[in-house]
């Protein structure tokens, strides 16, 4: 398998995904339930709470491995299933995308985006995610200083 050989699935996903957000912006230039122009700093930040919270949700959390699963190969090595990419193909530049969350990122944000401004039945569920995305993010903090405060704590003593 040559390498470019993957390079024409991961060109047919951005014209894909080009032309989602091209069909977006027609969509929400006759039906948008809110202005882009009218925005206010309030409405960017629950989009991009949310946003990371989606973004979180579908490249790392459990809740959503069923899905990711299905985009990998399965294999058995001593006993245990092991799931690797597929060589090439479509599946490949799926199972790429959800285990990065920067490229996942693109497309997160523009479902986010489109359906914010969309319809105003929008705003609870995306705010439900803003929320939940504030409380990932303190919970990784909180984390993070746990793991600190212990590897401080093994230095001082010796251990």
């Known amino acids: 398998m040559r390498i470019t050989d993957q390079y024409f699935w991961n060109f047919v996903f951005l014209v894909f995904f080009l032309i989602l957000v091209f069909m977006g912006m027609v969509v929400l230039d006759s039906?948008?339930?809110?202005v882009y122009s009218e925005l206010t700093f309030v409405d960017f930040t629950l989009m991009t709470l949310a946003t990371f919270r989606v973004i979180r949700l579908f490249t790392h959390d459990k809740i959503t491995a069923f899905f990711r699963e299905q985009f990998y190969d399965a294999?058995?090595?001593r006993g245990k299933v092991i799931l690797i990419k597929p060589a090439n193909g479509p599946r490949r530049t799926i199972a790429d995308l959800l285990s990065c969350p920067w490229c996942f990122?693109?497309?997160a944000s523009a479902v986010v985006v489109f359906l914010y401004l969309l319809t105003p039945y929008a705003f609870f569920p995306i705010m439900f995610l803003a929320i939940a995305g504030v409380a990932t993010f303190i919970h990784l903090l909180a984390s993070v200083v746990g793991w600190?405060?212990?590897q401080t704590k093994m230095d001082v003593e010796g251990g």
Do not use: D, N, V
Not at 31 to 34: I, L, N, Q, R
């Open 148 to 150: 600190k405060a212990e």
């Open 75 to 77: 294999t058995e090595s």
């Open 105 to 107: 990122g693109a497309w």
């Open 31 to 34: 039906e948008a339930y809110k």
